[in-house]
């Protein structure tokens, strides 16, 4: 089983910034992608950043391109976003998740808390 703990949350002034961590434990060397999705006040969770755990390939939602970054590091089980002048669109609980392979087979792990970030104009 893989645990995942979000933190880093936090309210950023306007034109600061915010970097969110994701520590794994557990079954980690199950793991071969990493993601941060967010859920606002009202609206579906969706998926924002993701990075292969072997290579670093990224890849992002339209909204956030530009502006956050995701990295990982595999010495530490872990992952991280970078949030750049993050606005009040971007205010949500943030979220990590992994796709995990359990015996050959694909899985997602189990969410975590969340941390909530909160931007300014």
């Known amino acids: 089983q893989v645990k995942l703990v979000e933190s880093g949350g936090g309210l950023v002034q306007a034109g600061g910034s915010l970097r969110l961590s994701c520590a794994a434990s557990g079954r980690t060397d199950s793991m071969y992608t990493m993601g941060w999705f967010r859920q606002a006040p009202g609206k579906e969770r969706e998926k924002i950043a993701a990075i292969a755990l072997i290579g670093g390939f990224t890849e992002y939602t339209d909204s956030v391109k530009g502006r956050f970054t995701i990295s990982r590091d595999t010495t530490k089980n872990s992952m991280y976003l970078q949030m750049n002048k993050p606005n009040p669109e971007d205010t949500a609980v943030y979220f990590c998740?992994?796709?995990?392979?359990?015996?050959?087979?694909?899985?997602?792990?189990?969410w975590g808390p969340g941390t909530q970030g909160t931007g300014s104009s």
């Open positions: 998740a992994a796709q995990i392979l359990n015996s050959g087979y694909p899985g997602v792990s189990p």
